[in-house]
């Protein structure tokens, strides 16, 4: 259902009183850990039921002021024994960034970004979901819900609202118009973190469909990156009523894999003999990213909370675990300024700070690993794009099992695991190219069929 709060002007709401706020927030005092607290305002309301919530962000200055505290306070580490990032992210480099982060950044201007788009709070399974709602002016866009993963927010897809929305302004046509939803996982961003264990992907795809109805669309389109590409594909293994299909950007070693190089990648055997010289050369990055590049995944999937500790503490500490991966992953590897922009980049740190979701966030890797493989076929559409910098690069015959209506295999010559925020504009390209794969396969009925949000 939607209330008189959506979309209209933002209520005051005592359960979103933590950190971020609506327009009017209640008294605030900071804790220790680098959390914000939120007292009620008077006369708050609860949320209830499915009520849609405006929201803004409004973070308070004393959260801001505890940051430049902290950084101006770093302890640093020695600079090691190597001057590669064998051994992770090199001393001069953090230091440079933090001496931005200090003294040259502004978080308002990010605020400002998110506060630029319709953003929300609605409550599902327990837990508020915030995401951002853009409609599209063509009366025939197709809905699309949207994820981003980890070490990411929100943040790395906002380059895309415009391409997608709004395509006859970038290059597209009206028939490549999509309205988007992009919710924050929960425990990421401004989406609150559970109180209960169980929030692995096959829960928020369901909580993402419960979403997309909740907002009027019983048709619609999912596409994910990282986490994304993995919720992704659970609501197309779970075969949402309504789903039409999916467009990934990442793909899941461990349902494509064939079996023969499953195993040789699991006991460290030699290559089947019969691979190609494609399918020898994923094999050996597969093999090199689990031996060296696969500790972040181990730590998170065992014990979050314990590597928590530090994260809510220093935010060297937490900008340097995220900017780890970011320089792991980009294109430009090593570079992650060079792909997606040093203010960017802080962008999403000091969102991850000021939301305190270094531990949070770190805890569907838990999830998934207590839910156990998930290796069904996907029977809905798939389209799936390969970036070149993307960790895992498989040939598109290892998808067909996995995808069988794979209707959409392409390849592009740049870009890397953070695709929408290191190229937006090649990124909507592939999105529309996808979909408009999936209407043609399907035909001109179901397919695009939108309904007007009640």
């Known amino acids: 259902m939607l209330t008189d709060d959506y979309p209209g002007q933002a209520p005051d709401h005592a359960r979103r009183r933590l950190l971020l706020g609506s327009a009017a927030t209640g008294a605030l005092a900071l804790i220790p850990g680098g959390g914000t607290f939120a007292a009620p305002a008077q006369g708050g309301r609860e949320a209830s039921g499915d009520s849609i919530r405006s929201f803004r962000a409004n973070i308070p200055q004393a959260a801001l002021d505890d940051l430049k505290r902290r950084l101006a306070a770093t302890r640093w580490p020695d600079a090691g024994p190597v001057s590669d990032r064998s051994q992770g992210v090199q001393l001069d480099r953090m230091q440079l960034l933090t001496r931005h982060w200090a003294s040259g950044y502004d978080w308002r201007k990010a605020e400002a970004r998110l506060n630029a788009y319709p953003q929300f709070m609605t409550r599902i399974d327990g837990v508020d979901i915030h995401f951002i709602h853009v409609r599209s002016r063509h009366a025939n866009a197709q809905p699309l819900v949207m994820t981003h993963g980890w070490p990411g927010s929100v943040f790395e897809l906002l380059g895309v609202i415009g391409p997608l929305t709004d395509p006859t302004a970038h290059g597209g046509t009206a028939d490549d118009a999509f309205h988007l939803v992009l919710p924050s996982i929960p425990g990421f961003g401004f989406s609150q973190k559970p109180s209960d264990a169980g929030w692995n992907p096959d829960r928020i795809a369901r909580a993402w469909d419960t979403l997309m109805k909740r907002l009027g669309y019983t ?4 596409q994910g990156g990282d986490w994304g590409a993995i919720i992704s594909d659970a609501m197309g293994r779970l075969a949402l009523d309504g789903l039409l299909g999916i467009h990934v950007n990442r793909i899941e070693r461990g349902t494509t894999l064939p079996a023969p190089i499953a195993m040789a990648l699991k006991t460290g055997g030699p290559a089947p003999a019969n691979l190609t010289a494609e399918e020898k050369q994923v094999l050996d990055e597969a093999r090199d990213f689990l031996n060296k590049g696969f500790g972040y995944a ?16 220093s935010p060297v500490g937490l900008a340097a675990w995220i900017y780890d ?30 939301t305190n979701t270094g531990a949070s966030s770190g805890r569907i890797y838990w999830e998934a690993g207590a839910a ?16 070149p910098g993307e960790v895992y690069r498989p040939p598109r015959q290892w998808l067909e099992q996995t995808y069988p209506k794979l209707v959409y295999y392409h390849r592009v010559e740049k870009g890397g695991h953070f695709a929408a925020w290191e190229e937006p504009a090649l990124f909507s390209q592939e999105v529309r190219a996808a979909f408009r794969a999936m209407r043609t396969a399907q035909g001109a009925g179901a397919a695009s069929e939108v309904l007007t949000p009640r």
């Not at 181990?298 to 503490?313: S, V």
């Not at 991966?325 to 802080?346: C, N, S």
């Not at 156990?372 to 970036?387: D, L, Q, R």
């Open 372 to 387: 156990g493989p998930k290796t069904a076929p996907i029977t809905v559409p798939v389209g799936v794009t390969i970036f």
């Open 325 to 354: 991966k970011q320089a792991d992953w980009v294109f430009t590897r090593g570079d992650p300024e060079r792909a997606i922009g040093r203010d960017a980049l802080l962008d999403n740190i000091t969102f991850y700070w000021l």
């Open 219 to 222: 048709h619609y389109v999912s």
């Open 298 to 313: 181990a730590i998170m999937q065992t014990r979050p909370q314990t590597m928590g500790y530090g994260l809510a503490d």
